[in-house]
C-alpha cells in the first residue's frame, strides 16, 4: 500500500510537469489506472490499514485525468465512461462549479453513494463498520491521512457496496462545509397558484422545483414517477415527505446537523399560511422519504 501511494505522488508530478509544458485539447484526456500509478498530492500522504477479508472492489481502476479548457465533469465522465456525480464528491467541487484547466482530477471506478462517519472515527476504521476495504476509499476520496474524522464528514463509498441509509452521490452536491445538499438547478420560486396559499404544498412548492401534482403523501410517489432521486437521509434543500394528517405534510430541509438532526421549514404547521422552523429527526415523525 505505501509503494502504491509513493507511486501515486511520482506519476502527479509527471502529470503536473506535462500540464505546464504542453497544453491539453479535451480529446487528450491524460489517463492513468488509479491501482497502476496514477494519484495526487492529497492522497500521497494517506496510509490506510488494509481490512484482512475485503471484499472485492470496483468494477474498473480508478483514474486521474487533467482537465483541460473547457472540460466539464459531464464531459470528463461521459468520455472515460465514469460518473460525473462522483467526480464531483472525489474532488469535491462545489455545485456550479467545474474543474479548472490543469487541475487533476481523480475519477472513481463507478457511481459512489454517501455515508456519514462516526464521531473521532477514522478512515480504516469507517470502512472495517461497513465491510469494504479501506483501500477502495482511495479510488473515491481525498484522504490525506488515517486519522479521526471531523464531526460530520461525509465519505463516498462505491455505490454496489453502500448500506442502505445512504445518499446517492449523483443525486446531490457538496455544499459549503462540505455536507451534502440538493443541487440549485432544483431550487425554483414559482409563480401562479398550482397549490392552494396557505397549505404545506403551497410553501414548498415556492422553494423547489415541483412539476407533479397532488397531496402531500404522494408526492414521494409522484417525485419517482418524474425520474426524481429519493431515498431516507435528510440532506439540505430536500423535501421532506411525512404523515401528520390524513392528507400528510410536506416541508422543506434547511439544513443538517452534524447529529443528523435537521431544521426545517414549513407553512401551516402552526397555523393556516403561517411559515414556522423547528428541529426534528427521521425517528421524532411519521417518515415517508426525503426528495432530492
Same mark, same amino acid.
Request: hydrophobic share 40%.
Given at each position: 500500500?505505501?509503494?502504491?501511494?509513493?507511486?501515486?505522488?511520482?506519476?502527479?508530478?509527471?502529470?503536473?510537469?506535462?500540464?505546464?509544458?504542453?497544453?491539453?485539447?479535451?480529446?487528450?484526456?491524460?489517463?492513468?489506472?488509479?491501482?497502476?500509478?496514477?494519484?495526487?498530492?492529497?492522497?500521497?500522504?494517506?496510509?490506510?490499514?488494509?481490512?484482512?477479508?475485503?471484499?472485492?472492489?470496483?468494477?474498473?481502476?480508478?483514474?486521474?485525468?487533467?482537465?483541460?479548457?473547457?472540460?466539464?465533469?459531464?464531459?470528463?465522465?461521459?468520455?472515460?465512461?465514469?460518473?460525473?456525480?462522483?467526480?464531483?464528491?472525489?474532488?469535491?467541487?462545489?455545485?456550479?462549479? #467545474?474543474?479548472?484547466?490543469? /487541475?487533476?482530477?481523480?475519477?472513481?471506478?463507478?457511481?459512489?453513494?454517501?455515508?456519514?462517519?462516526?464521531?473521532? #472515527?477514522?478512515?480504516?476504521?469507517?470502512?472495517?463498520?461497513?465491510?469494504?476495504?479501506?483501500?477502495?476509499?482511495?479510488?473515491?476520496?481525498?484522504?490525506?491521512?488515517?486519522?479521526?474524522?471531523?464531526?460530520?464528514?461525509?465519505?463516498?463509498?462505491?455505490?454496489?457496496?453502500?448500506?442502505?441509509?445512504?445518499?446517492?452521490?449523483?443525486?446531490?452536491?457538496?455544499?459549503?462545509?462540505?455536507?451534502?445538499?440538493?443541487?440549485?438547478?432544483?431550487?425554483?420560486?414559482?409563480?401562479?397558484?398550482?397549490?392552494?396559499?396557505?397549505?404545506? /404544498?403551497?410553501?414548498?412548492?415556492?422553494?423547489?422545483?415541483?412539476?407533479?401534482?397532488?397531496?402531500?403523501?404522494?408526492?414521494?410517489?409522484?417525485?419517482?414517477?418524474?425520474?426524481?432521486?429519493?431515498?431516507?437521509?435528510?440532506?439540505?434543500?430536500?423535501?421532506?415527505?411525512?404523515?401528520?394528517?390524513?392528507?400528510?405534510?410536506?416541508?422543506?430541509?434547511?439544513?443538517?446537523?452534524?447529529?443528523?438532526?435537521?431544521?426545517?421549514?414549513?407553512?401551516?404547521?402552526?397555523?393556516?399560511?403561517?411559515?414556522?422552523?423547528? /428541529?426534528?429527526?427521521?425517528?421524532?415523525?411519521?417518515?415517508?422519504?426525503?426528495?432530492?
Amino acid at each position: 500500500m505505501r509503494d502504491r501511494l509513493l507511486r501515486h505522488a511520482c506519476v502527479l508530478a509527471a502529470v503536473a510537469a506535462i500540464a505546464v509544458l504542453a497544453p491539453h485539447q479535451a480529446s487528450r484526456l491524460v489517463s492513468m489506472p488509479i491501482g497502476e500509478a496514477a494519484g495526487d498530492a492529497t492522497r500521497s500522504g494517506a496510509i490506510i490499514e488494509r481490512l484482512p477479508t475485503a471484499p472485492a472492489t470496483a468494477e474498473r481502476p480508478a483514474q486521474t485525468v487533467v482537465a483541460a479548457p473547457g472540460d466539464t465533469l459531464e464531459r470528463i465522465a461521459a468520455t472515460l465512461h465514469g460518473d460525473a456525480g462522483a467526480m464531483r464528491w472525489a474532488n469535491r467541487i462545489r455545485d456550479g462549479l #467545474e474543474p479548472a484547466p490543469g /487541475t487533476p482530477l481523480l475519477v472513481p471506478p463507478g457511481p459512489g453513494a454517501l455515508v456519514q462517519a462516526q464521531a473521532g #472515527e477514522s478512515p480504516s476504521q469507517f470502512g472495517r463498520r461497513l465491510g469494504i476495504d479501506p483501500r477502495s476509499l482511495l479510488d473515491y476520496n481525498h484522504l490525506a491521512a488515517d486519522t479521526p474524522l471531523a464531526p460530520g464528514t461525509w465519505l463516498q463509498v462505491p455505490a454496489h457496496a453502500a448500506p442502505p441509509r445512504s445518499l446517492p452521490s449523483a443525486a446531490v452536491v457538496p455544499t459549503d462545509g462540505g455536507q451534502p445538499g440538493v443541487p440549485s438547478s432544483q431550487f425554483h420560486r414559482a409563480s401562479g397558484g398550482r397549490f392552494p396559499f396557505g397549505q404545506c /404544498t403551497y410553501y414548498v412548492w415556492s422553494r423547489r422545483d415541483v412539476p407533479w401534482n397532488g397531496d402531500a403523501w404522494a408526492w414521494f410517489r409522484n417525485a419517482q414517477e418524474f425520474g426524481r432521486p429519493t431515498g431516507q437521509v435528510p440532506a439540505a434543500g430536500a423535501i421532506v415527505v411525512m404523515w401528520g394528517s390524513w392528507v400528510g405534510h410536506v416541508a422543506f430541509v434547511e439544513r443538517v446537523n452534524p447529529d443528523g438532526s435537521f431544521v426545517i421549514s414549513e407553512m401551516n404547521h402552526a397555523g393556516w399560511g403561517v411559515v414556522d422552523q423547528r /428541529t426534528i429527526t427521521t425517528s421524532s415523525i411519521d417518515l415517508i422519504g426525503f426528495i432530492y
